[in-house]
């Protein structure tokens, strides 16, 4: 099982709201389609939300931990990135993935400590199935707080944990995470080995950035790389681009 992010700064174009970057998503697909063909069976993708639901949340004062009870700002961006999600899909069906949504929104929840709760028995049927489940950033219900954001690298987290998946890959805008010299990091085995470079996102983002996934991704059993879209292909085929963050036993 793989568990891959699309990141939304790779398949969106940050400088401008709600735009998809055709070429970047079409790369995507076709790299995940050219796998699928060549026999990589059970995957589950995640993507961000780039220009798409950053900003949103952004306008509405939404976080993963500031929350909103207003129908129409949760309206707005869980809009955004269902519009998002559409395009994803749309590009993966083109190529004949047999794509389907899954949205967090409806399923997921955090409770009062922001601990999030995901329920992973309809992806592994649905991967079962011979489905491609496409997930998504999105707002979910937040006991004593509304709605909050949940990013795509807290649905990764899950859902790798969740479906003991064998590989996680998070594509990004990035070749790797950079070091001081802006060359890639070969491995991160703990926060410390890189929290010198490690920082926010360039665009709006309010997840976190590359920080935040770092942290998540070091909580993991399994190994999980960091890549940027040129090296996606080299990934599905079984290489580890990239930055790799090692697991310590736990
Ligand atoms: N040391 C670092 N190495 C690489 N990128 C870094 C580093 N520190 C901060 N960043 C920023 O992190 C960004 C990647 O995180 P971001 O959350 O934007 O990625 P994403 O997952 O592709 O997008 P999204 O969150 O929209 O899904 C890079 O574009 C860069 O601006
Ligand atoms: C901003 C929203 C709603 C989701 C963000 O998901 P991410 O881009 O994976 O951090």
């Given at each position: 099982m793989i568990v891959l992010k699309l990141g939304g700064s790779a398949i969106t174009d940050k400088e401008r709201p709600e735009t998809v970057d055709g070429e970047a998503l079409a790369s995507a697909a076709d790299a995940i389609s050219n796998a699928l063909d060549d026999g990589l069976e059970g995957l589950v993708v995640v993507h961000g939300g780039g220009s798409f639901g950053h900003h949103n949340a952004s306008e509405h004062g939404v976080s993963t931990t500031e929350g909103t009870r207003d129908v129409a700002a949760i309206g707005d961006i869980h809009g955004a990135m269902r519009t998002l999600n559409g395009f994803v899909r749309k590009r993966l069906l083109e190529r004949d993935v047999s794509a389907v949504p899954v949205h967090p929104f409806s399923a997921a929840h955090r409770d009062g400590n922001g601990r999030l709760a995901l329920p992973t028995g309809q992806v592994e049927t649905l991967v079962g199935e011979g489905f491609v489940p496409v997930l998504h950033g999105d707002l979910v219900a937040h006991a004593g707080a509304g709605a909050t954001v949940v990013s795509g690298d807290e649905l990764v987290a899950t859902l790798a944990r969740d479906l003991e998946a064998d590989r996680i890959g998070l594509c990004s805008t990035v070749p790797g995470v950079l070091d001081e010299s802006d060359e890639v990091i070969d491995e991160i085995a703990a926060f410390e080995d890189a929290a010198g470079v490690l920082g926010e996102s360039?665009?709006?983002?309010?997840?976190?950035g590359m920080a935040a996934k770092v942290r998540a991704l070091l909580a993991l059993e399994a190994e999980a790389s960091i890549f940027g879209l040129e090296d996606l292909e080299a990934f599905l085929a079984g290489e580890e681009p990239g930055t790799t963050i090692t697991t310590v036993e736990q």
């Open positions: 360039d665009a709006t983002d309010v997840t976190g």
